[in-house]
């Protein structure tokens, strides 16, 4: 029987490469690729309630508005809205390091699914027309040897049954933006991006998919490239949105 020889084969992979947590690598019964102690810890911060506008945690008394919020930037991004699992940090910040710098796969997708169920959660089924990566410079990903931001949008779009598109480039390969103050991150993305087919995005209701977002310039930019080319919309999905350690303590003392 086939299945008899497929379900061998899986055994020899688990044994030769047994699996482990996505986000603390531990070797403990897995639920979705996190042990006990991670999945408990995820839910926690999945849990946290976040600004619609910008993706910045909100505190406890604040409700989430779609006009945005206190930490949203005075000139309001041209997305329309983001979508994310949580904040920056453990142990959504570890599976997501291991993902990116590990060159392993089944953290990708065990994070694409978390982002799916996250999406289909707060929007209707239909309400994209096309998934889209922030695309990567073809030198960074020949450097890195891989490109996860695709890896990550194409299992997004598997799971929620919208297709996968392409016609996002980087036509510039930009310094990483983790290495810059937020005051340089805007201009160090400008024309960054480009649609060459912009007739394929005409109208389109526009996944733009990514793993972090920080001031949010790099996704903002795409945006403005894609709705200059004539999409209807852009909505952001992210993994996590990195902010500071008790990012709403000024609201909460004002």
């Given at each position: 029987?086939p299945?008899v020889?497929?379900?061998?084969?899986?055994?020899?992979?688990?044994?030769?490469w047994?699996?482990?947590c996505?986000?603390?690598g531990?070797?403990?019964e897995l639920?979705?690729?996190l042990?006990?102690?991670?999945s408990?810890?995820?839910?926690s911060?999945?849990?946290?309630?976040y600004?619609?506008?910008?993706?910045?945690?909100?505190?406890?008394?604040?409700r989430?508005?779609?006009?945005?919020?206190a930490?949203?930037p005075?000139?309001m991004?041209?997305f329309?809205?983001?979508?994310?699992?949580?904040?920056?940090?453990?142990p959504?910040?570890q599976?997501?390091h291991?993902m990116?710098?590990?060159a392993?796969?089944r953290?990708?997708g065990?994070?694409a699914?978390?982002?799916a169920?996250?999406?289909?959660?707060d929007?209707d089924?239909?309400?994209?027309d096309v998934?889209?990566?922030?695309?990567?410079?073809?030198?960074?990903r020949?450097?890195?040897?891989r490109n996860h931001?695709?890896?990550?949008?194409?299992?997004?779009?598997a799971?929620?049954?919208?297709?996968?598109?392409?016609e996002?480039v980087?036509?510039?390969?930009?310094p990483?933006q983790?290495n810059l103050?937020?005051?340089?991150?805007?201009?160090n993305?400008?024309?960054?991006?480009a649609v060459p087919?912009?007739?394929?995005?005409?109208?389109?209701?526009?996944?733009?998919?990514?793993?972090?977002?920080?001031t949010?310039a790099?996704v903002?930019e795409?945006?403005r490239?894609?709705?200059a080319a004539?999409?209807?919309?852009?909505?952001?999905g992210?993994?996590?949105?990195?902010e500071?350690?008790?990012?709403?303590?000024?609201?909460?003392?004002s």
């Amino acid at each position: 029987m086939p299945s008899v020889g497929v379900d061998i084969l899986r055994s020899i992979v688990r044994l030769v490469w047994p699996a482990t947590c996505t986000a603390c690598g531990s070797n403990e019964e897995l639920h979705d690729g996190l042990c006990r102690a991670c999945s408990r810890a995820l839910l926690s911060l999945v849990a946290l309630p976040y600004c619609p506008r910008c993706g910045a945690t909100l505190g406890p008394a604040l409700r989430a508005e779609e006009a945005g919020c206190a930490a949203c930037p005075p000139v309001m991004p041209r997305f329309d809205r983001v979508l994310r699992v949580g904040p920056y940090a453990e142990p959504l910040r570890q599976a997501i390091h291991r993902m990116k710098y590990y060159a392993r796969t089944r953290p990708c997708g065990d994070l694409a699914k978390l982002l799916a169920e996250r999406i289909a959660a707060d929007c209707d089924a239909g309400a994209f027309d096309v998934v889209l990566a922030v695309p990567m410079h073809w030198l960074r990903r020949l450097a890195r040897g891989r490109n996860h931001s695709r890896e990550l949008a194409a299992g997004v779009a598997a799971r929620l049954a919208v297709p996968m598109g392409e016609e996002l480039v980087r036509v510039r390969n930009t310094p990483p933006q983790v290495n810059l103050p937020a005051s340089r991150r805007a201009a160090n993305v400008r024309g960054a991006f480009a649609v060459p087919r912009a007739r394929s995005v005409q109208a389109a209701r526009v996944l733009l998919v990514d793993d972090v977002i920080t001031t949010g310039a790099t996704v903002n930019e795409a945006a403005r490239t894609l709705l200059a080319a004539g999409a209807a919309r852009v909505t952001v999905g992210v993994l996590a949105k990195t902010e500071l350690p008790r990012a709403y303590s000024r609201q909460l003392q004002s």
